[in-house]
């Protein structure tokens, strides 16, 4: 619907115009203005897609009219149509802005010269809302801190934006005619390598990490994007490419690398020094306490056989020798817990076996256990057995504490250079949330000791079904750390 203003003093003049628009089908609303103050309030309130004014008004002439209307509706067709209009006029009239000009004895022309003018101005207006996109963008690709490149389908590049050219080292100089893949320009081969653009132009981008290189042969680590733009008949008319600078991303990451690398290392340094003091610790209270008190049982076992006709000094050395006794199955759990002695002398798979039945004792969770006959021991250095065992140690706490399950099954075994510890149990299953929850710190301690020695862990659960924790240890090049004195 055409929002029509028309400037007319005659009402029979205004309504022949109206007529004629009518019967050449114009959908239209039409706003009649016959003096010079309505005209321009009009002008300044109503939406006007299109203006129609006679040349000779009382007191307001054409050029008047046409100067009000090109300051206030610039985007808005202007047709005068007037009766007294010389060819003169009308010439001088298109100059000066005016878009047509209609005799009011040809009203005939009027609905052809509406629907060009106003066809024309909306093209004019989608060329100004088009330009103005291109500046946009133009700006913005100009701007950006990223490096931008446009090939055409010959490869060769037709635009690199400002940072583009710092990057590689370009000046203002017109960028090269060879192609990309010409011998001499490999700064510009690296913009677009052949394999990138065959995989943009059959998936219609290519997206990955890749390598720049400046004109002084500097290496710039990037990440990429390759379009190709196809026409309509899906020929390729031009490829593009945007490029982000992740130097400083990738020293970052080694950084961040290099930190967790000397964090672990920490880690397991200190992992090293408490289990040695361990181990001296183990070792002090047995020669000490296990000597001092088997010498006391011994002597209270002497007194026993003087007392014998004292009964009640008997009765006291016999509560004397249960508490001996006690004091004396107490220590040896403390040194198995501190450092299972079985676990020198009978090696880890032994030692396993050993606690799972300890632990089966403890908390009547019953535990299944198949070892492999081959014990790893010997293949692998004192620290990295300890570590595994302390790795199924965890295992067998977590199960304990949060499984409710009351059936446990432990697989160990040696498959090829890998050592293989399986742990499944019947219980309530943990979630992939709780599994990968940074507040699990044992879970957490678990997978860190796996990653020191070079390994991976699966933690995975079902509602109802259990849990099942799969460890996986290279055994070549584990001799472990040097144990420390």
Known sequence: MLNILL???????AELIRCSLLDSEVHMQMSVASTKEQYLSALGRKQVDLILSDFSLPGFDGWEALRSARQRRPEAPFIFVSGTMGEETAIRALKRGATDYILKDRLARLAPS????VDEARRQRELKRIRGERRRLHRIIETTPDFVAIMDSDCRIVYLNPQGRRMLGIGQEALPAPTAGDPGYEWASRIMEAEKLRVAALKGAWIGESTLISRSGREIPV?????????QAGEIEYFSTLCRNVESLKQSQIALENSQKQLR?????????REEERARVSRDIHDEFGQSLTAIRMGLSWLQKRLADAPASLAKLQQMEQL?????????????QLRPAILDDLGLFAAIAWQAREFQKQTGIACEVEIDP????????????IALFRIFQETMTNAARHAQATCLR??????????????EDDGIGISRQEASDP????????????????????IRGKPGKGTKVAVTIPLSGNKGRPCES
Do not use: W, Y
């Open 324 to 336: 001996v006794d006690q004091t004396i199955q107490a220590v040896r759990r403390i040194v198995s």
């Open 223 to 231: 990440s990429q994007v390759v379009i190709a733009h196809k026409d």
């Open 265 to 273: 290392e920490l880690a397991g340094h200190l992992q090293d020094i």
């Open 410 to 423: 432990v697989h160990c075994s040696v498959v090829g250079d890998r050592l293989v510890l399986r742990v």
């Open 114 to 117: 509406v629907r060009r003018a």
């Open 374 to 385: 081959m014990d790893p021991t010997d293949l692998v250095g004192q620290n990295m057995t």
């Open 439 to 458: 507040r699990s710190f044992g879970l957490v301690g678990l997978k860190e000791r796996v990653v020191l020695l070079g390994g991976h862990v699966s």
């Open 7 to 13: 400037l007319e003093d005659d009402p029979e003049d």
